[in-house]
């Protein structure tokens, strides 16, 4: 299996319409394939599904960012409050959650905003300046109109003629090699 | 209404009027876009409007220079009025800012499709008036190199913000509100600087982007995390937008001042952002649409649709006004009863009445199908509305502060020049920043705009 990992990434097939890519997706499962990616100007509907996706960690990050947030905020409030500076104003109660509301609730948001974008991107691995799949000419098409589904090379069922010849099988407009330099 | 027109929800309308105008494809709508930023060159009308807004721009920078080295007695403001222009203008912007995040949180949480053609201008629209609006508070503290004592942060005097002060609360709402607006702005951008990059002919254009762009390569698994946070970002931003006016609100409500001390504040500001930021967004996307042939992506439905959310959100907001007044003269408080009094028949008596007529009146006239379809007309009463959403904040914050509880507490207050200066300079501001973003950047979301292409095609079938 290693061996191909030398100078190849993978086999990559250009489609027209995003729905040929999802039929290609679920044969190239069919058939055995699991590392593979598919790369498409927008989110293409039943795509994951036939990739095999599952749930992605984006809302538990988002979820524990406004945990964090909205305990943080109100918890900086009452030490503020209680401890740090008490200040007796007619004897009312130091602790008057109600006025520390809005200030949570904002905080809460912000929390989990920062988490859901950025936890987004680390969890893309982005920033990514460089990647195998920009090698190939055609694929400035990804981001524009055509539709790619790519076979990776360390797929253990992985061979570079006949994994080519397998996605000439599903009729794509053009099937390239990906070089891994 | 004419007899013969069919119901507006009809098909037969909807054909007429589509989301999208006919026989685009995936490289079609990516052409369009793009071009406008790349390819196409820089016409005259773009400099001479740059040139304009920016020389306005430049009257805010004096502006607020001498305010720097006189501090703030070149305003009209004194002693009862300590308010004046800076907040009129801060809450009339900020409100202003609504529309944005309206539009691409809420109406993206109703599945609305027509949003997304101008979701991406409007969230700039947003970005660009809540820096307007910041602006406000911040020279209005007088120093306003001092500003960062509105956070919290261990100082030496062992000191911390009052926790209980809308004023701060605040801070903490726009501050969020600027942040997960632009954030919002950003990730939608995404892979529209990646096509960018991928289209771009010359060097400096291909890395900018492509930084930008952060090597997105539209990989299904990068799809997927990106739209369940895009997803949680809209369902974060809908309650966020609703608490922004509202605490914006607050700042006066919390007061016990006449006219500002009434519970139905918070909803009636939030009606009034959003109105005004519809407004905003017309004014906005008739020129633009002109400008740049996109009659095919923002077309009569979007702004039909957008005067009809215009026309229910003024409708609130006379609903706001009337129970105001009802709720002072049931109430028997004399205060409240004099304020209505005094907006009535006292001295800023012609501002309430202006205000009646630009934003209660004159809208009555979108109930008109023809009128809605005028572009002209549309324009134009967006701008009206635009004036009266501020004359609201002015009989709002001017009236009441110049009849407080004792005769011996009154006052007027007079705008001076500088006041403005300001005011107007931030129009420039904004102006010239709408300017550059429509050179730079995709007006128009292009991946959402492929999805459409994609989901119109299918219905096709």
């Excluded at chain 1, 691995?125 to 790519?150: E, G, I, M, T, Y």
């Excluded at chain 2, 907040?87 to 609305?112: E, K, M, P, R, Y």
Aim: glycine share 8%.
């Amino acid at each position: 299996m290693e061996q191909h990992r030398s100078h190849i990434y993978g086999v990559m097939a250009e489609f027209d319409t995003p729905v040929e890519l999802v039929h290609a997706a679920e044969k190239a499962r069919t058939a055995g394939y699991r590392r593979m990616d598919a790369y498409t100007p927008f989110p293409v509907e039943g795509l994951a599904e036939a990739m095999g996706l599952k749930r992605n960690m984006v809302p538990l990050v988002t979820l524990l960012g406004g945990l964090a947030g909205g305990l943080g905020g109100f918890g900086f409030q009452y030490w503020v409050n209680v401890a740090a500076y008490p200040m007796n104003i007619g004897g009312r109660p130091l602790n008057s959650w109600p006025a520390f509301i809005p200030v949570t609730f904002e905080l809460t948001v912000l929390g989990a905003s920062l988490c859901a974008v950025f936890g987004m991107l680390a969890l893309n691995r982005l920033p990514q300046p460089h990647h195998p799949v920009f090698n190939v000419q055609r694929f400035v098409h990804a981001s524009s109109d055509r539709f790619f589904l790519c076979i990776e090379a360390h797929d253990p069922k992985f061979h570079l003629e006949e994994t080519a010849r397998f996605l000439k099988g599903l009729h794509p407009h053009h099937v390239n090699e990906v070089s891994d330099d | 209404m004419s007899a013969g027109q069919p119901p507006l929800d009809s098909p037969e309308i909807r054909r007429l009027t589509p989301v999208l105008g006919p026989g685009h494809t995936f490289g079609s709508v990516t052409d369009k876009i793009s071009s406008i930023v790349l390819t196409r060159p820089t016409s005259l009308g773009w400099y001479v409007g740059f040139l304009i807004a920016f020389s306005v721009l430049g009257v805010m920078t004096i502006a607020i220079g001498w305010l720097i080295v006189k501090g703030t007695g070149i305003w009209g403001i004194n002693i009862p009025i300590g308010w004046g222009f800076a907040i009129v203008n801060f809450v009339w912007w900020i409100g202003i800012g609504h529309a944005g995040t309206l539009i691409s949180a809420i109406l993206f949480l109703l599945n609305q499709k027509w949003r997304t053609s101008i979701n991406r201008f409007a969230e700039a629209m947003t970005l660009f008036a809540v820096a307007c609006a910041g602006i406000f508070p911040l020279i209005h503290t007088g120093r306003p190199w001092m500003a960062y004592y509105m956070f919290p942060y261990p100082s030496t005097m062992g000191l911390w913000p009052q926790f209980r002060s809308p004023l701060i609360w605040d801070v903490f709402a726009v501050s969020t509100y600027g942040t997960v607006s632009l954030l919002f702005w950003f990730v939608g951008l995404i892979p529209d600087l990646a096509t960018l990059r991928d289209h771009a002919a010359n060097k400096p254009a291909q890395i900018i982007y492509g930084m930008l762009a952060m090597g997105w390569r539209g990989s299904v698994r990068h799809w997927h995390r990106y739209q369940s946070a895009y997803l949680l970002l809209a369902g974060l931003a809908t309650p966020l937008v609703l608490s922004v006016h509202t605490v914006v609100s607050f700042d006066f409500a919390i007061a016990i001042v006449p006219g500002w001390h009434t519970t139905i504040f918070p909803p009636y500001f939030v009606a009034g952002a959003i109105y005004s930021g519809f407004a905003m967004v017309l004014t906005i996307a008739i020129p633009l649409r002109k400008a740049y042939g996109l009659e095919d992506f923002i077309t009569m439905r979007h702004l039909d649709n957008m005067a009809k959310v215009m026309l229910a959100t003024g409708l609130i907001v006379a609903y706001g006004y009337l129970f105001e007044f009802f709720l002072s003269l049931y109430s028997g408080n004399k205060f409240d009863v004099f304020l209505v009094n005094q907006r009535l028949h006292g001295p800023y008596a012609p501002y309430y009445y202006a205000l009646i007529l630009c934003n209660i009146l004159t809208p009555q006239l979108l109930w008109s199908y023809k009128l809605r379809h005028n572009v002209v007309i549309l324009f134009l009463m967006s701008i009206v509305v635009n004036v009266g959403m501020w004359l609201e904040r002015f009989v709002i914050v001017v009236i009441s502060l110049t009849r407080d509880f004792v005769p011996s507490a009154w006052g007027r207050y007079q705008p001076t020049f500088w006041d403005w200066a300001t005011f107007i300079g931030t129009m420039g501001m904004f102006v010239t920043l709408i300017f550059l973003f429509v050179r730079v950047l995709p007006a128009i979301s292009i991946a959402e705009m492929r999805e459409l292409v994609a989901e119109t095609s299918e219905e096709e079938k």
